[in-house]
């Protein structure tokens, strides 16, 4: 591996807004208050905030132009990667992974690492290799040699494809070729065109100009073209990232922290021998990679089949970071080929992706690189920590503990309760969380609100007196309100967002899998969602003198009453008399 010198740089450059990636306690926010802290720190509109608290930047008329055969949009949990120090640089990683504890584990990884002064990287020019196989050949070396006298003849033609690149200083720069023997199809000749692709991830760019030259290859070589594609196994675009950490950050003392380190080399060289090992010491880097590669719209695919072929490059299978003890200092260091782009592909593609972008403070395709090894190098060293010390399992299943608590609908002030009730049983599951919470709101509702909001609505229901069935045929009838109706009241509740009902003294969290209020709990839930405040301590309270069923209008009641209450509550100035935008809101349900 080239080693990465830990020689650091002077120049401090943080911008005025995002001073540091240290948040402590962010773990402890809401998620409104976090998209606060965000919306603050880089000035965001509340559309954008909106957009990354519901995954929403996506639309589907931006996927109909993405994939064929579209039907939706897909989500996945987002989240921010802390503590970051890259080249005295400080970063917010935005992270897209469905496994719970990936982003805790980097953060704490990353944390650890600033206090021996963060990560040094160091990013190659952004060369990628595009193939050319030609076939049938009766002297492949010949062929070759004919190449190298019209390299520049070459470097023309597939420079030709992508004029622009050429221009911006980059294009294909060098050609080299390999003579593989095919087996039964014979010896081949795989010609090489070296690429620098500037901001580009490269892909497209480097098919073209594998396209364009092809037809002059064939003919120079007297050969049959077949493939013409660039290659994953992109080891002239190499990032490496490397730590320096005093062992006595490892611990509480300096003893126990050689201790620490001294597993932690031996987990490495685990995964230096055997293939088994590195195969999952490599996931877990790829866990990290892979979910930050997703957030800023890059090919993670591509990406970790380059990490992999890497990994083997020797002919054994190994693990991509390792590390060794300097002194009293645990060394930390990660090669991997990093083919990232900061224009073109899902980047452009994305809107979500430049909000997360600015977010992260990273600018340009070197940067992310440093970065994503950076992240690869916490990820695994997290992992490793954890392995060498408490086992994996005991910070898992806590976290897993907890998503299964909160997939449930627990309260946010009653995920730890729950969870660690899952973890004391022995038994993290859906149906023990249930079981659990279900146990916890049996106490006396009454008690359990704090205070209440002044935030009331009714809306009326309505009796059909002529021409119910007229109306269908597209004829008039006479409808007329009626004072009875559905009152819907927002009040404070630590264990929220929930239904009570006041009449049966019974209370459900939103959203509920209870069969005899899924119906009622899609329309909170939706309308939770579309006011921001799924995570909101509040309890929803129903009262209804409207028998339901009977064409009272109790459902449309509903919607409107919800509607108008969460409105006020969110401080909406519009009035609560009805209107064309309140129609609109109380329809979606
Ligand atoms: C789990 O997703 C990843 C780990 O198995 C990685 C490792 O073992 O190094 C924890």
């Known amino acids: 591996m080239k080693k990465t010198k830990l020689v650091r740089k002077t120049e401090v450059a943080v911008t005025p807004d995002r001073k540091t990636s240290r948040i402590p306690g962010f773990y402890r926010l809401s998620v409104e208050q976090r998209l ?68 805790a584990a980097v953060s704490k990884g990353a944390l650890l690492i ?14 990628m290799i595009g193939q050319v196989q030609v076939l049938d050949l009766d002297d492949p070396e010949k062929a070759a040699a004919i190449l190298a006298n019209h390299k520049s003849e070459i470097l023309d033609i597939a420079n030709s494809a992508d004029p622009k690149m050429k221009a911006r200083g980059g294009g294909v720069l060098d050609i080299e070729t390999r003579i593989l023997d095919g087996g039964d199809v014979g010896r081949m000749l795989i010609v090489h065109l070296l690429c620098n692709v500037c ?42 990232a490397c730590f320096s950490l005093p062992v006595k950050h490892l611990s509480a003392g300096t003893s126990q922290g050689h201790e620490i380190a001294k597993k932690v080399v031996e987990a490495s060289r685990f995964a230096e021998v055997d293939p088994y090992r590195a195969a999952t010491h490599n996931k877990g880097i790829f866990n990290g990679i892979g979910a930050a590669a997703l957030a800023f719209g890059q090919d993670w695919r591509a990406i970790e ?52 972008r600015a977010i992260s403070g990273v600018q340009n395709s070197r940067e992310l690189s440093g970065l994503l090894a950076s992240v690869g190098l916490a990820q695994n060293f997290a992992a490793c920590l954890a392995l060498c010390t408490d086992g994996i399992q005991k910070g898992h299943m806590a976290l897993h503990a907890r998503s299964v608590a909160v997939s449930v609908g627990v309260a946010p002030d009653d995920v730890e309760k729950v969870a660690l009730e899952m973890i004391k049983r022995g038994d993290v599951k859906v149906s023990a969380a249930e079981e659990i919470f279900r146990n916890m709101c049996r106490q006396p509702v009454v008690d359990r609100l704090e205070r209440d909001l002044p935030v009331k609505s009714f809306a009326k229901g309505k009796v059909v007196l002529f021409g119910e069935h007229a109306t269908v045929y597209g004829y008039p009838g006479i409808i007329t309100t009626i004072d009875l109706g559905m009152r819907v009241r927002i009040k404070s509740d630590s264990h929220g967002p929930r239904f009570l009902n006041p009449q049966f003294k019974q209370a459900f969290p939103v959203p509920t899998s209870d069969s005899d209020f899924r119906l009622f709990s899609r329309a909170a ?62 329809q979606r349900l």
């Open 199 to 240: 901001e580009a991830m490269g892909a497209n760019a480097v098919n073209s100009m594998c396209e364009a030259a092809g037809p002059r290859i064939a003919k120079l070589t007297g050969g049959r073209v077949n493939l013409r594609i660039l290659s994953n196994f992109a080891d002239r675009r190499l990032a490496r």
């Open 36 to 103: 606060a802290f965000l919306a603050r720190a880089f000035n965001l509109t509340d559309d954008q905030i909106a957009q990354l608290r519901d995954g929403s930047a996506l639309r589907v008329r931006h996927a109909v132009n993405m994939v064929e055969n579209t039907v939706g949009v897909f989500g996945l949990p987002l989240g921010l990667g802390l503590n970051f120090v890259v080249d005295d640089r400080e970063y917010l990683v935005p992270m897209a992974i469905e496994e719970a504890s990936i982003i």
């Open 525 to 586: 839930d939706a309308a939770l969602e579309y006011y921001g405040l799924q995570n909101e301590p509040i309890a929803i309270e129903v009262e209804s003198n409207l028998v339901p069923g009977m064409g009272l209008g109790s459902s449309a009641a509903f919607s409107v009453a919800l509607c108008e209450a969460l409105r006020k509550y969110k401080g909406s100035t519009v009035e609560s008399h009805w209107n064309s935008r309140m129609f609109e809101e109380a």
């Open 305 to 356: 089949a380059g990490g992999h072929a890497y990994a083997v490059r020797k002919g054994q299978y190994r693990g991509l970071a390792t590390y060794r003890i300097e002194d009293d200092n645990l060394i930390g260091e990660i090669e991997l080929p990093l083919q990232v782009g900061w224009v073109g592909g899902a980047v452009n593609s994305h809107p979500g992706v430049r909000i997360l």
């Open 114 to 127: 600033r206090e021996g002064g963060g990560f040094v990287s160091t990013v190659d020019d952004p060369v």
